[in-house]
């Protein structure tokens, strides 16, 4: 069983203030380029979205970042429009029926995840952290675990240890166990982690290995 953890403990950022500032600074030239880089394909996945005819391409939803401040993430739209249909939030599943045809693959290839590059390029998110979740699920994990009040010392991330190894966080358990992984990368992050984990993401997505 679960144990409800205590803030009885302190968790240390593992990077110091010089090394933030460098990550933030390699945040922005790297969004930079990304976006330049990689304005073909927005163009390529924005038309096909268009032409899927079924609503808006850029798919926008209030997230929890640095400091515990809410923000928009970005993302090329996958699923239909009313996914959600209930009013009840619920997690991605990794075979979603509310997939779209061009959304699954998207998916699939992570490309969806490309407008995110305006997030980090704006200080929402970095390329390397703890992946933002909703309130909604904050609480809930919050009920379990409250040392999630650590992971408000970092900046979201488009990529995480978490995001490459524990998989799609479809169930509570798995929620837990990203939570601990990434508490665990805050204790020991630096610099040279974070050029560790970017490679085994792009190593991952140019082989086609699923995450």
């Known amino acids: 069983m679960i144990q409800q953890a205590t803030l009885d403990r302190t968790i240390t950022d593992g990077m110091n203030?010089?090394?933030?500032?460098?990550?933030?600074?390699?945040?922005?030239?790297?969004?930079?380029?990304?976006?330049?880089v990689l304005s073909p394909v927005f163009l390529i996945v924005y038309i096909k979205l268009k032409l899927q005819a079924d609503g808006p391409t850029i798919f926008r939803q209030e997230r929890i970042g640095y400091h515990g401040k809410p923000f928009d993430i970005l993302k090329f739209r996958t699923m239909v429009v009313e996914s959600e249909s209930n009013g009840t939030p619920q997690l991605a599943q990794k075979c979603d029926n509310r997939l779209t045809p061009v959304g699954k693959f998207l998916r699939e290839h992570h490309l969806d995840e490309l407008p995110q590059l305006f997030n980090v390029l704006r200080g929402d998110m970095s390329f390397v952290g703890p992946r933002p979740e909703r309130k909604y699920f904050i609480d809930k994990i919050m009920e379990q675990n409250s040392d999630y009040q650590y992971i408000y010392q970092m900046r979201p991330g488009t990529t995480s240890l978490a995001t490459l190894y524990n998989g799609y966080t479809d169930t509570m358990e798995k929620m837990?166990?990203?939570?601990?992984?990434?508490?665990?990368?805050?204790?020991?992050?630096?610099?040279?982690?974070?050029?560790?984990?970017?490679?085994?993401?792009?190593?991952?997505?140019?082989?086609?290995?699923?995450?």
């Open 17 to 36: 203030s010089a090394e933030r500032f460098v990550k933030r600074l390699f945040d922005i030239v790297a969004a930079l380029i990304g976006i330049i």
């Open 176 to 211: 837990l166990i990203r939570l601990q992984m990434d508490l665990d990368y805050l204790q020991k992050r630096s610099l040279w982690l974070d050029l560790k984990i970017m490679f085994i993401t792009a190593k991952f997505m140019f082989f086609g290995k699923k995450f």
